[in-house]
C-alpha cells in the first residue's frame, strides 16, 4: 500500500519538477546527450579514482574483487580461493560501510549490508569510479568508507555494432566464456551480456596443521550471468532504457584450513535479479531521470533456511542551471522491501525514502564550491540529515602544470541491515544508524615534460563513526550499537606515462601508497583485517601490438581478534604479457598472466589459504 | 635551508609512518604456581588460532598472568576452538569444536598428556569416572546443519586409548556420572537418558523435564541439577525453564527452580561448598544487561548477585571464596574476566583471550 502511495507521490513530483522554468547552461549540454551529471560533479573535493575500460579490458576475466585488490587503495578480504566470499574494506571500515551502486541501485544485500563482490564480474562493465570516504549525501546510507559506482555505457554515437567474444583458461581448471555486444541503431540501441565462469579451485597449499602439502577441498564455484539492456530514443530530448541483470553463483564452501581434509560439503547458490525502467528527459530549463526497479536476491544453502528479499525502488533526478555558474541537480527515492527470511516475524517490512538537493557554484575558473544535502527516512528510525561540502581551487594552471588543493567534509550514515534489525528472538527494529563524519584534504599536481606526463596526489582523511554495530554473544546473538571508530590516514598516488606523445613504446608507470589507521575508540589496537600499510606498483609497455603489464602489490600486517595473532604482510607480483593481432576488421587480443610469480604464501582472511603460482591465457575477438 | 627544511618535514613523516606497524604481541610463558586458575577461550568460530587458554599463577608474593599458557606449556597450539574444558583435579579434558579433538592434559601444568581424534566429531563435555572420561560427541554435520550418530565416547587417561563408545540421542551436551549410572543431558529434547555404567548398550532411562536440559552440577549432599532451557529450534513453556533437580532413585524430575532468564548455554556452576549453583542468564528482552544468579537450593529461589554486559561464564576460586566472571563483550575483541567478592562487589577486571567461557582452578 505504502508503495503505491508512494508511486503516486512519485509522479506528482514529477509532473511538478517538469513545469518548473531554470535552465541549464549551455556550456553543459550536446545536442545528443541526455544525461544528469553523475554525483562525481558534485564531489570535486573528494578523492575520486577512475578506472577505465582499458585496465578493466585486461582483468575482465575475473571479478571486480581482483581489479579492484591489484588497482585500488582498498583491502580485499577473501575467504580463500576466487570465487569465495569476498568483502572490502575502505579507509579501514567495515564492508557495510562501502557503498556499490549500479545505475542507482545499491547492490548492497539488504539482509546483511555488503556485498560478496565475488559475485560481480568485471565483464558486464565499462567503467569503475571509486569515490574514497564518507559520500552518504550523495549516494546514501552506507557510503561511509566509500562508494563504488559500476557503468555500463552505450554510445549512440558508434559508428557500427560492437561485438565481443571471449574465453580464458587457467590453472585450477578457472574457466570462462563471454559474449558482449552492443548493437542497434540511432533510435534502438542494445547491449547484451551473458558469461559463464567456474573454477575447481583444488590448487596446493602447506597445511601449517597437519604439517604437510594439501590441496583444497571443497572450494569450487561456477557462475553465470546476462546483462542486457535496451535504449529507446524516440526523439532527440528522450531516452528510455530498460535494463535487466541476472547472476547465479553456485559455490561449495572452502573449509578453513584444519578442516580443510574433512569438508562438511557446504555449498550455496545464490540469485539476483536487477530490472529497471529509465527514463531521462531534456527540456529546455531540465533534465528529468527518473526510474523505476525491481531487485530480487536469494541465498540458498541446502536447507530450508531460505533468506530473500525483494525490494522495489522508484527515483527521480532533475537537474537544472541557476546560471552560467550554478548547478542544481534534486531529486529522492522511495523503497520498499519484502524480505523472506526464516529468522525474521513473517510480517517483516520495511520502507525506505530519501531527498536530497545537489548544488555546484563555479565562483571562479579557479574556485569551485558544492554542496549535497541528504535526508533519508526508515521504517520507525530517523537516520541523521546528511550535509556535505566540497570545495577545489586551483592554485597553479599554466604552461602544462596544474596543482588543485581539494576538500571535503560530510556526514555519513548507515541504516542498519535488515538482519541487524530483525534477526532471531531478540531482534532488534530500534537500534540506531550508525552515524559520522568525514574530513578529506588533498593535493592533485599535473604537469607535461617534453614526451612525458606526470600526475601525483596525496589526500589525507580523517574518519569517525558513532553507534558502530556489532553482533553481540548472547544467546541467542543480536545486534547492538556498542563501539566508536575513528580511522586517519593518508592515500598517494603517483604515475608518469607517455601515452600523449607519438613515441612506437607506449609505456605507463604508477606507484600508490595508503596509511590508514583504525581504530575503536576505547582500545588501542588497529581494527581486525585492517592493514596500516598498502603498496602497490605497476608498469605497463605497448610496442606494436605487443603487451607487458606488471603489478606489485604489498599488504601489511593485519590484526585479527586474537590480541597475539596477526596476519604476516605479503607481496604479490601479477605478470602479463599481451599481443593484439590484426585480422582484416577484427581484433584477437591474446594475453597470457602469471600471477602471484613469487609463489607467495599468503592469507586476506584468517584460516584461508590463498593460491600460490598460476597461471591463465586468454584470447578475445573484437568484431 | 629551505630545501633542507622540506627534506626534515618529508623524512619526519616517513619515520612516523614505518615506525608505526602493527607489532606482534608478546606473552609471558606460563610457569604454574602453587595455586592459580585457568580460563578457556573459545575463540571466533571458525578461526581456531583465537581459541586458547589464559592461566594466573600465584607463588608465594607472586603473581604471573600467560595469555596463550596452553601453547607455551606444550609449544603448539590448541589447534580448534575449545568447546569443553573439565578437570577431576588432576587432568584436565579439553574438547575442540572446529578441529574435533579431545586433549588431556595435566589440569596444573597444562603439559599435554594424549590427543583422541578417532571417532571424535564435535565433542562437548566430559564427566570423570576413576581412570575413565566420558565424554559427549554430538557427531558428524550435515549440510542441513543437523548432527547424525550422537554418542559417548569412553577414554582411558592412562593410555589415552578410546576404549569404547555407546550411542545416545540428540545434540549431548553435558555430561555427569553418579552411583554407578551416567547422565546425559540430550538437548533439544526433553530428556535427560540415564546409562548404566556396567551395561553401556542397555536402552536408557529417560527423564523427561519439558525442556531441553544442558549442564549439570551436584551440591553439597551429592544432589544432581540439570539446567532446563528454551531454544529457537526447541521452544519450551516458560514456567519449565530453570535449574531442575533429578531424583536419582527413581529417575526422576523432582522440583523447578523456575527461572526464565537462563541463558539457552544453561550455563551453571556449583559453589565451592556446593550449597549454592551459580547460573548465567539475562533479564527479560530487550534489555541486553545480562546477570550472574545464585539459586538458593533448599529455598527454591534465586538472586542475581551480579549484572553487566556479556556475561558467559562463572567459576568460584576454592581458596577465596571470590567469583569470576567470564565476559565477552563481542566477537572482534579481547574478553574479560572480572573477580567479584561473595557479595558482589567488584575487586578486579583482567583483559583475557577472545571468548572465554570455563574457569578451572586447582
Known sequence: MKFYIFMTFLLLCFSQSYSQTYKLPDRELKEVEIVSKSMKYYSQGSNIQTIDSTEIQFHNEGTLAALLRDKASVYIREYGAPGQLTTISMRGMSPTNTAIMWNGINLNSMTLGQTDMSTINTFYFDNVDLQYGASSAQYGTGAVGGSIILKDNIHWDAQKNHFEVQSAYGSFNQQFYGFKGEYGGKKWRHKTVGLYQKSDNDYRFYNEHDKEYQNVNNADFEHYGILHETHFKPTENQEWSINLWYTKDDRSIQPIMNENMSPNDGFTENTAFRGLINHQLHTEKWTHVSSVAYIKDKLFSGSDDIIATERIQADYRGETSLSNSISLQTGFYVMNIWPDVYKYDSKTEEFRASVFLALRFDITNRFTVSTVLRQTFVSSLTPPFTPSLDLSYSLLNVYGKSLTLKGSVGRSYRVPTMNERYWGENSNPDIEPEDGFNIDLGIDYSQDFPGVTLNANVTGFYLRTYNKILWVPANPTYAKNIKNTRSFGVESNVNVSNQNTDELLKWKAGIAYTFTDAQNTDKNKQLIYVPKHLFKAFVSLNYHGWGLNVDHNYVGKRTTSSDFHNLDAYHLINLGFSKLIQLQDNNLMLTLKVNNLMNETYQNYEEYPMPGINYMLKANITF | ?362
Not at chain 2, 581459541?51 to 590448541?78: C, I, K, P
Not at chain 2, 525442556?211 to 553439597?220: I, K, L, M, R
Not at chain 2, 561464564?313 to 574478553?335: F, H, L, M, R, W
Open chain 2, 1 to 362: 635551508m629551505k630545501n633542507n627544511y622540506k627534506f626534515q618535514l618529508v623524512f619526519a613523516f616517513i619515520a612516523i609512518l614505518f615506525t608505526s606497524c602493527i607489532e606482534d604481541k608478546e606473552t609471558t610463558p606460563y610457569v604454574p604456581g602453587s595455586e592459580g586458575f585457568h580460563v578457556g577461550h573459545s575463540g571466533a568460530f571458525g578461526k581456531p588460532k583465537t581459541s586458547s587458554v589464559s592461566a594466573v599463577s600465584m607463588s608465594d608474593s607472586d603473581t604471573t598472568f600467560s595469555h596463550l599458557a596452553y601453547m607455551s606449556a606444550n609449544g603448539e597450539e590448541l589447534g580448534g576452538n575449545i568447546e569443553g574444558f573439565d578437570s577431576n583435579g588432576q587432568l584436565t579434558v579439553i574438547t575442540t569444536a572446529s578441529t574435533s579433538q579431545i586433549i588431556v592434559c595435566d589440569t596444573k601444568t597444562l603439559e599435554k598428556k594424549f590427543v583422541v581424534t578417532d571417532s571424535v566429531d564435535n565433542p562437548r563435555y566430559t564427566a570423570f569416572d576413576g581412570n575413565r572420561a566420558y565424554v559427549t560427541v554430538w557427531g558428524p554435520i550435515q549440510p542441513d546443519y543437523s548432527y547424525i550418530r550422537p554418542k559417548v565416547l569412553v577414554i582411558n587417561l592412562t593410555t589415552g586409548e578410546l576404549e569404547n563408545w555407546f550411542s545416545v540421542g540428540s545434540n549431548p551436551e553435558g555430561i555427569a556420572i553418579k552411583d554407578g549410572k551416567i547422565y546425559v543431558a540430550a538437548s533439544y529434547t526433553p530428556n535427560v537418558e540415564v546409562y548404566n555404567l556396567s551395561d553401556l548398550t542397555a536402552a536408557p532411562e529417560l527423564i523427561t523435564i519439558d525442556a531441553s536440559p544442558q549442564h549439570f552440577a551436584f551440591d553439597a549432599d551429592n544432589n544432581l541439577w540439570v539446567s532446563a532451557v528454551s531454544a529457537w529450534s526447541f521452544p519450551v513453556e516458560s514456567e519449565n525453564i530453570g535449574l531442575a533437580k533429578l531424583n536419582t532413585t527413581d529417575n526422576s524430575l523432582e522440583t523447578l527452580i523456575n527461572y526464565t532468564g537462563i541463558g539457552g548455554d544453561g550455563y551453571i556452576k556449583a559453589s565451592t561448598d556446593g550449597s549454592t549453583i551459580f547460573g548465567i542468564g539475562a533479564e527479560p528482552w530487550p534489555s541486553s544487561t545480562t546477570e550472574v544468579v545464585e539459586f538458593d537450593l533448599s529455598g527454591k529461589k534465586y538472586d542475581t548477585i551480579i549484572s553487566g554486559e556479556g556475561f558467559k561464564g562463572v567459576g568460584q576460586n576454592p581458596a577465596s571464596k571470590d567469583i569470576y566472571v567470564a565476559i565477552t563483550p563481542d566477537y572482534e575483541n579481547s574478553g574479560l574476566v572480572k573477580v567479584y567478592s561473595e557479595t558482589g562487589a567488584e575487586k578486579a577486571s583482567m583483559e583475557v583471550g577472545l571468548a572465554p567461557f570455563h574457569f578451572i582452578f586447582y
